[in-house]
């Protein structure tokens, strides 16, 4: 079903058992309610969205938000799902996808990529080794979207977004762009005046080094991606890092030297490879992952009087 089927300006429900779809007129997009997060996110957990919406376009994500705001609904923004923790109990509202946001402009002349928020940044790190140009080797074993990455300047290899932004649009509540610089995103370690904001990353301009040899460029990538999984845990669900580094110690290794390497609560599990990631071993709970958290927190600040900081962003009620 199509928009051209809906001319009432007024939004039509529609039931699939016991779930409703809502389609907004003038454009393709169809809202849904109680949507399994689980499957998107990495962590594989998760109770469903009252409301689920995943716009293609522009267009598509302004008329979502004007909806959720005619509805006085609360809205939660979810990229690649790579560094979320969701409630077991699901999230009220309208939940809002990006991962459907994708394109990338090149400009040959200037060295400048012009990227949507879902693009998922390996894509776009192999994308650009393939053209010869420089600048995002490090971002391929990230399993995160654009969007998310510049919300929490994403790093690997002592290199981050910050490195190489050159500006971010962004949508706020009301429907209004703005484009933000990284000066005005306030970029430090892993953060950013964009998280626990409501406005929404839609695309992003990042400033690469063209004209290398693009055999060069490939092998230092894929030298990258083969260091992560040598010492990183990809066989299982996971959300890559759960916790900040408190410098000038790591937390995997605060983590390891508490004893905590392959400590187990439900089916969540400390990583044996990588101390600074949880595992989904087979149908964990959110609550097993988040208590697992609070049970690492506690033991480390207890031996070196530090906190760890998570990375991984929880939401929902635990």
């Not at 009432?8 to 007129?25: C, F, H, K, S, V």
């Not at 040959?108 to 990529?113: I, K």
């Not at 290398?212 to 890092?241: F, K, N």
């Amino acid at each position: 079903m199509n928009s051209s089927q809906h001319p009432n300006p007024i939004p039509i429900p529609e039931t699939a058992g016991d779930r409703q779809i809502i389609y907004l007129p003038g454009t393709k997009c169809a809202i849904k309610s109680q949507v399994p997060l689980a499957s998107l996110t990495s962590f594989r957990v998760g109770g469903p969205a009252q409301w689920y919406v995943a716009p293609q376009n522009l267009a598509e994500l302004q008329a979502s938000l004007e909806w959720s705001r005619s509805e006085g609904l609360a809205v939660t923004l979810i990229g690649a799902g790579s560094n979320l923790l969701v409630s077991d109990r699901g999230l009220p509202g309208l939940v809002i996808g990006t991962r459907h946001l994708r394109y990338s402009r090149f400009d040959l002349g200037t060295g400048q990529l012009t990227v949507a928020a879902g693009e998922p940044l390996p894509r776009v790190a192999w994308q650009v080794a393939e053209l010869g140009w420089q600048g995002l080797e490090w971002a391929v074993g990230i399993p995160g979207s654009v969007g998310g990455a510049v919300v929490m300047n994403a790093g690997a290899h002592k290199s981050c977004i910050a490195d190489i932004l050159v500006s971010a649009q962004v949508l706020s509540p009301s429907g209004q762009l703005e484009t933000l610089t990284p000066d005005q995103l306030s970029y430090s370690y892993r953060t950013s005046i964009l998280q626990g904001s409501q406005r929404l990353v839609t695309q992003a301009i990042f400033q690469l080094q063209p004209g290398a040899d693009p055999q060069q460029v490939l092998a230092t990538t894929t030298e990258h991606l083969e260091q992560r999984r040598r010492t990183q845990p990809y066989h299982l669900p996971s959300c890559g890092s759960v916790f900040r580094n408190p410098l000038p110690y790591t937390a995997g290794w605060l983590i390891e030297q508490s004893g905590l390497k392959g400590y187990q609560i439900g089916a969540a599990q400390v990583a044996q490879r990588h101390a600074n990631f949880i595992l989904n071993c087979g149908g964990a709970k959110a609550h097993d992952i988040w208590q697992l958290i609070r049970y690492v927190q506690h033991h480390v600040e207890e031996r070196w009087s530090l906190l760890l900081e998570p990375e991984v962003k929880t939401i929902g009620e635990f």
